[in-house]
């Protein structure tokens, strides 16, 4: 349970926590948490899917390590609907958490992990301040219908009838990841020395029991004053051998470490500073957090060709074994261009997947290649949601989760407008 951690200091501290508590709630119910956005729980829903169709279940658990960290503030103001309309803030947390994820089919564990990773939130919340925030629309967290913030403030959602307050509504968590450290908590070390401290003491028995038996010569005194001997013994060959074991680990991960930062070295500058030459307005931290939410969105989609952010060839059965994606923290970019009225990105994500292959669980570092543009005429608007959408032939909002054409006036509708559209995406 997600217990513990939290510093008055940072006024998101609590919505950290509450995500956390609803991330591994999740698991268990099925609910996904009402601090995510749209996009999470969209994600969050075919990952249950995904999940349920393999005939799996996922337990979850984090124990934070230290207290909420505010590592930055993103963005002081970032305009969603154009100069003068809606503003938010955007913000960074972390802390340091034991993660506990265990697989299991049928009551058998098929997969357990445990780790000490950062786990980082993307908090978007409105500008104070903002005179026009009402304007913005917004998907109601009860029936999906669309709305702007003002009614569902001030009547509720017209749909459903459900009433909620602003704080209800934001600020939300956009994007979380989970980034590994590569080292042992105090918590987890203490538990690995008591195993190898029991280890060694059964050892030591077996071996003396062993030695009475078979040895003629050798009596219970003696083996009572070998005893002690021998369990240090023991304790240094199996600790000798542990040490090994983490060295050779350790090792294999720097070198898969190695590779993805030769491939992300001095991404962020350049993709930052090429996609602003074109978009004066671009955010590194939205940017990176839509190509993740994208590429698990359609990881985990049985029809990603039904996606409105997707307009590539048909994807088949190329992603049906990954039943859970995690975040290596690294982006690698291949080419940026603009090509007539859209700019054009290749990227290569790192991602860690977890595959369901022959019955058997494995987890696997993966590079995922992304392939997405976006129209160069307009800006992208960061409050966007794959399921909000505002038809630019006849302004009619729908939910875009399964449509690409508007129900209204029946136009093919371009998520480029908006966002980020995938065009590719490949192992």
Avoid at 116 to 123: A, E, G, K, R
Avoid at 144 to 157: A, H, K, P, Y
Avoid at 193 to 216: E, F, N, S
Avoid at 253 to 278: D, E, N, P
Wanted: net charge positive.
């Amino acid at each position: 349970m997600y217990m513990k951690g939290g510093n008055a200091e940072y006024k998101h501290g609590e919505l950290f926590r509450k995500f956390c508590l609803g991330l591994q709630n999740w698991c268990r119910t099925g609910k996904e948490p009402s601090a995510g956005d749209q996009d999470i729980k969209y994600y969050l829903d075919l990952q249950e899917k995904r999940l349920r169709e393999h005939g799996l279940t996922m337990e979850l658990s984090m124990e934070p390590e230290q207290d909420v960290l505010s590592v930055h503030e993103l963005n002081e103001c970032v305009s969603i609907l154009g100069e003068g309309v809606s503003r938010f803030s955007k913000s960074l947390y972390t802390q340091q958490v034991t993660r506990k994820v265990t697989f299991s089919r049928d009551g058998e564990v098929l997969l357990r992990g445990e780790k000490c990773l950062s786990m980082y939130q993307t908090i978007l919340d409105p500008d104070p301040e903002d005179k026009n925030i009402g304007r913005t629309t917004y998907v109601c967290p009860h029936c999906g219908s669309i709305s702007t913030l003002e009614v569902l403030q001030d009547t509720g959602c017209p749909y459903c009838g459900t009433r909620y307050l602003m704080k209800e509504l934001y600020p939300k968590v956009t994007n979380f990841y989970f980034i590994s450290h590569g080292f042992m908590t105090e918590e987890m070390w203490k538990k690995k020395r008591k195993r190898l401290l029991l280890a060694a003491g059964c050892m030591d028995i077996i071996y003396m029991v062993y030695t009475l038996l078979t040895d003629a010569s050798f009596e219970w005194p003696e083996a009572l004053l070998a005893l002690p001997l021998g369990f240090g013994l023991w304790l240094f060959v199996l600790y000798f051998l542990y040490s090994l074991w983490m060295l050779c680990r350790t090792t294999a991960q720097a070198g898969k470490a190695i590779s993805m930062l030769a491939s992300t070295a001095g991404s962020k500058k350049r993709i930052t500073r090429k996609l602003k030459a074109f978009d004066p307005a671009f955010d590194y931290e939205y940017f990176e957090g839509k190509a993740l939410s994208l590429a698990r969105i359609l990881m985990l989609s049985p029809r990603p060709e039904d996606c409105v952010q997707y307009q590539g060839p048909a994807l088949s059965d190329c992603f049906s074994d990954v039943v859970d994606i995690q975040y290596r923290g690294g982006i690698g970019v291949r080419s940026i261009r603009k090509s007539r009225e859209r700019i054009e990105v290749e990227l290569n994500l790192f991602l860690t997947t977890t595959l369901d292959r022959g019955g058997k669980l494995r987890e696997k570092d993966e590079k995922i290649r992304l392939s997405m543009y976006h129209n160069a005429a307009f800006p992208v608007e960061e409050a966007f949601s794959i399921v909000k959408v505002q038809c630019p032939h006849c302004s009619g909002s729908f939910d875009a989760r399964n449509k690409k054409n508007c129900p209204f006036c029946g136009q093919v509708y371009d998520a480029g407008i908006n966002d980020w559209v995938v065009t590719k995406i490949s192992r």
